[in-house]
């Protein structure tokens, strides 16, 4: 009998409010080129004072990996959280609509933080700075976990950027008890260089003991393993769970599993945006996952939707997944 759901994602509930900005308003305004800083709500508000016109569209790592998947037909829930407001109502009816489910009870309007936004500054080089206050979403706790949604699923995927909180490690310590004492299995995102730099040994910890399937970029995994050489740091990553998905920009991906490497390449794409470049190799990854492809082929429909969502401003896909996977002779 089939679970219910084939990935439930775990993470950060944010809104992105995304807008073009030149290098020289990072240098001015004390952001951080290329990588995603943690901000409080009084910074938020400066920086969105600031910028020009913008767009806001729901977001959230791992959010936008199951956005995509429900896309594309597959059994998907989300557990994150977000405030009874604006922004709130938003995340949610954008994750419901879809086609993934969201039954996370609403942090309620008295609460003295928001819905959590990422202010995602655009340079003209495509390259992506974040500013993310991320409001009640880092209030995820061990109560907001549902074991029986948890028992229900194939996959688990827990984004790394929600290590930040503090309640947020023995949060998903309940849902990995949950899903493996069920059969199921667990994946994890790095996230960000930063990110592993603050929460490493928790990171190696979980790798090596509870991670089926780990998700990375180049850069994240150098940081985890402390070693330039990426092929040194992929088989250290190999050694320590069954799969390994690493991206490496416009290279593609490399695969490890089964104790070989494989190379998955790109198609060259113009790159308009690069948030969740990440997020939906992720999803395109799953799908070849779920439904049984080979390696390449999977490792392909990863690099494929990746493609898609860099082409555009925002981390939601816009064009029909699987038809640009027939499209490109992967269905």
Not at 16 to 36: R, Y
Request: hydrophobic share 45%; with cysteine.
């Amino acid at each position: 009998m089939s679970k219910k759901y084939q990935v439930v994602g775990i993470g950060n509930a944010v809104v992105d409010v995304l807008s073009h900005v030149k290098d020289g308003f990072l240098a001015e305004n004390g952001i951080e080129k290329g990588i995603m800083t943690l901000i409080d709500l009084e910074r938020a508000a400066q920086i969105y004072a600031k910028i020009g016109p913008s767009i806001e569209i729901s977001g959230g790592s791992a959010a936008n990996t199951i956005a995509g998947l429900a896309q594309l037909g597959a059994r998907t829930a989300y557990i994150g959280k977000v405030k009874d407001d604006q922004l709130g109502a938003i995340f949610v009816h954008d994750l419901r609509a879809q086609g993934a489910d969201y039954e996370v009870a609403l942090s309620p309007a008295s609460h003295d933080a928001e819905t959590g936004r990422c202010m995602v500054m655009v340079s003209s080089d495509a390259e992506r700075s974040m500013n993310t206050y991320l409001g009640v979403s880092e209030f995820l706790t061990p109560e907001d976990i549902d074991s029986a949604m948890m028992a229900d699923a194939e996959w688990i995927y827990l984004e790394g950027y929600r290590f930040d909180g503090p309640d947020s490690h023995a949060a998903f310590a309940k849902a990995i008890s949950a899903c493996k004492g069920a059969g199921g299995r667990v994946s994890l995102t790095l996230s960000d260089p930063f990110c592993v730099e603050r929460h490493r040994e928790a990171f190696r910890d979980m790798i090596r003991d509870h991670v089926d399937l780990l998700f990375c970029n180049e850069h994240e995994l150098r940081a985890m393993y402390q070693d330039e050489d990426l092929g040194v740091v992929l088989r250290l990553a190999a050694a320590e769970v069954d799969t390994v998905a690493c991206t490496v920009g416009a290279d593609g991906a490399y695969i490890w599993r089964d104790g070989r490497e494989i190379h998955a390449p790109a198609d060259p794409v113009k790159i308009v945006d690069a948030t969740g470049a990440g997020d939906l190799f992720a999803t395109g990854f799953f799908f070849g996952e779920l439904n049984g492809y080979d390696t390449l082929t999977t490792g392909r429909m990863g690099c494929v939707a990746a493609g898609e969502i860099i082409s555009h401003i925002g981390a939601r896909p816009e064009a029909d997944l699987k038809a640009l996977f027939a499209k490109h002779d992967l269905l």
